[in-house]
């Protein structure tokens, strides 16, 4: 897709993305009116967040295939750890994940108009990387979510790569992965970068391909929270993803 069709198709897109955001949060806010549990109402939204996920992840006309999904397990909260190429990566995640999950999300998409009320409401989480008390304060509450249960999905990068290479991983999950105890799942992404890196709105639709891996259980880093075994384990679960990635 090339000259002007790409750019219109760009412009739909995004207006499908606040068009489909205001009616799937206009919705889950009235169903939400009837639910009286924090939890149920954040699954709810959880569900809009899907759907919009879904529907958006077609209208971007990539053609994404995935492998591994029978490597998630089953009855147990679980770390999903995907590298980071574009904000389209979040779209095919909340498509193709069948489990539920919350995200740990950069704190300033929580101020995207109507996205950001409704990725607050489904109870995802906001990181600030600059703030290191409130880092600190996000780590703890991802890591009593996860002991309630609750599967999380965290971008070890922090944020997204400039060019297509995985950067490093940094401490933050290495810490909710060694006090949460929860087995890491693994999961790369390859071609979102191409189809629309940092800093471009315009979307160049293409092959993506995602592969989840086996869970991973760091346990030798359980019993020593410090930073060099912080360190440690980053890096080699960064080795894990890369080799995924190929």
Do not use: C
């Amino acid at each position: 897709m090339t000259g002007i069709l790409s750019y219109i198709h760009s412009a739909i897109f995004w207006f499908l993305t606040f068009f489909y955001s205001f009616i799937i949060g206009v919705v889950s806010y009235i169903a939400a009116l009837f639910i009286k549990s924090e939890d149920e109402r954040n699954k709810l939204y959880q569900k809009g967040a899907r759907l919009w996920g879904s529907l958006l992840t077609d209208a971007s006309l990539m053609k994404v295939s995935v492998s591994g999904v029978e490597n998630i397990p089953v009855g147990t909260a679980v770390i999903f750890t995907p590298n980071h190429q574009s904000y389209l990566d979040i779209f095919i995640l909340l498509k193709v994940l069948p489990s539920s999950f919350r995200f740990v999300i950069m704190r300033k998409l929580f101020k995207v108009p109507i996205i950001g009320y409704h990725i607050k409401q489904s109870g995802f989480i906001s990181l600030d990387r600059k703030d290191r008390k409130r880092s600190i304060e996000t780590i703890h509450q991802v890591i009593d979510l996860l002991k309630k249960n609750e599967s999380f999905v965290i971008f070890p990068e922090g944020k997204l790569t400039l060019d297509g290479t995985i950067g490093e991983f940094g401490r933050g999950t290495s810490v909710i992965i060694q006090r949460s105890r929860k087995p890491v799942v693994p999961i790369s992404i390859d071609g979102t970068f191409a189809a629309m890196p940092k800093g471009e709105w315009r979307i160049k639709p293409g092959p993506v391909t995602l592969k989840i891996g086996k869970p991973v259980y760091f346990e030798k880093y359980y019993d020593e929270v410090s930073k060099y075994s912080s360190l440690e384990l980053g890096s080699e679960l960064r080795r894990i993803v890369a080799n995924l990635k190929g």
